[in-house]
């Protein structure tokens, strides 16, 4: 769930941003700005000792040396994984010396909204789960 959490919060941080570049489309010398997330997650993940690869699954939390696994993975750190907004400077810069393509950042807006819906379903399953197990059927 922490890690459901900063990808909800990541999803607002792109939000905003693809809101800003689209707003300064026309903006002069206006550099479009770019969110970086799953790059910083994915070496938390690999930091904690998750490959991702295949069906591998993440570990059991332990809390307690007579847990089962043993392992000490610490899902809470997944939570810590900040989203990190950056200047994109490598694209092509048009006659103003603006770099923003409204069809792209469009595109973008479109794929990041799709993901928040999935990542919310994830998260409303996960709640039904707990519910579930909490409360029986």
């Given at each position: 769930m922490n890690a459901m959490q900063s990808a909800l919060n990541a999803s607002l941080v792109r939000q905003q941003v693809y809101a800003n570049n689209i707003a300064n489309v026309n903006t002069p010398g206006y550099k479009r700005e770019q969110v970086h997330?799953?790059?910083?997650?994915?070496?938390?993940?690999?930091?904690?000792?998750f490959s991702g690869s295949g069906?591998?699954?993440?570990?059991?939390?332990?809390?307690?040396?007579?847990?089962?696994?043993?392992?000490?993975?610490?899902p809470a750190s997944l939570g810590a994984v900040a989203p990190v907004i950056s200047t994109d400077t490598s694209t092509a810069v048009g006659p103003n010396g603006n770099n923003v393509n409204v069809d792209a950042e469009m595109s973008a807006l479109a794929e990041n909204q799709i993901g928040y819906g999935a990542l919310v379903q994830d998260m409303n399953d996960q709640f039904t789960m707990l519910r579930t197990a909490i409360l029986g059927s």
């Open positions: 997330f799953d790059s910083l997650l994915q070496s938390q993940l690999a930091a904690s000792g069906s591998a699954k993440l570990p059991l939390e332990a809390n307690n040396p007579r847990d089962l696994g043993g392992n000490y993975f610490t």
